[in-house]
């Protein structure tokens, strides 16, 4: 590999305001820059936007930045795949058609210099919330997002809207490590290496950067969020680490 390759997640534009909003988004795009000239692919690992939803001809205003600098990235080569997250599940093939992202639903298992990489935005995954599996079944359904399509966006997105400034993300709750027989989503590594081996298991969600040594050569790395860490996963052919950006980096 003569280039990185790049993991980030969890950058809910859009919450808690549009003033604070902006201001993120204008850091990731300095991050984007600052990453571009030794970048070969970037993973964009979900909740990205706090919402998200595809009309036939509409999509929310506003992100134009980080679009623009996204195509631009993608016009240079850089291949590009954007995760579903549970903030933003409905996105289709917009961003397909107008930047060449690849979007991804669920998991993605790679392998780049004989490393294995198994991806996802981490929602839905290891043992309970019930609720959040039933509800995401249901959201993901063919049906709810025609019903969604039925309402006019202004109205449509303004629910959504109203509904996202609940979640944890615009209610700036502070997560803590429970300890790794507690995290969740490093129980759901440890079943798949039951079955098959990971180098590296990368997850976004939880809103809080980790780096947990599994065994036998397996890591569980969650690559944080942007709403405080400003945290993101640089993998550079021989390690996979976690760094952090500031508006001086």
Not at 27 to 38: G, H, S, T
Not at 83 to 104: A, C, L, P, S
Request: neutral net charge; hydrophobic residues 40%; proline residues 2%.
């Amino acid at each position: 590999m003569d280039k990185n390759i790049y993991f980030a997640s969890d950058f809910h534009l859009g919450t808690p305001n549009y003033a604070e909003s902006r201001k993120r988004e204008e850091l990731i795009v300095r991050w984007l820059e600052f990453i571009a000239p030794n970048c070969s692919e970037l993973f964009l690992m979900g909740d990205i936007f706090d919402f998200w939803f595809e009309y036939a001809k509409v999509i929310p205003k506003g992100f134009i930045r980080l679009q623009g600098k996204l195509a631009a990235m993608a016009d240079a080569g850089i291949k590009i795949y954007f995760f579903k997250g549970n903030h933003d599940m409905w996105v289709r093939d917009y961003f397909t058609r107008e930047i060449g992202m690849q979007i991804v639903s669920d998991e993605l298992i790679i392998k780049r210099n004989n490393k294995k990489f198994y991806l996802h935005h981490g929602d839905g995954l290891g043992p309970g919330d019930a609720k959040y599996k039933f509800l995401r079944k249901i959201f993901r359904s063919k049906l709810c997002q025609w019903l969604f399509a039925r309402l006019h966006p202004n109205f449509g997105i303004g629910i959504a809207s109203g509904w996202s400034k609940g979640s944890r993300a615009a209610q700036k709750e502070k997560e803590v490590f429970l300890g790794e027989d507690q995290e969740w989503l490093a129980i759901y590594a440890k079943e798949q290496l039951q079955k098959e081996h990971f180098d590296y298991f990368i997850f976004g969600h939880r809103h809080l950067p980790l780096d947990l040594d599994l065994g036998n050569g397996s890591r569980y790395v969650n690559i944080g969020e942007w709403l405080e860490s400003c945290s993101y996963g640089v993998f550079d052919g021989v390690d996979l680490k976690l760094k952090y950006f500031t508006s001086t980096s």
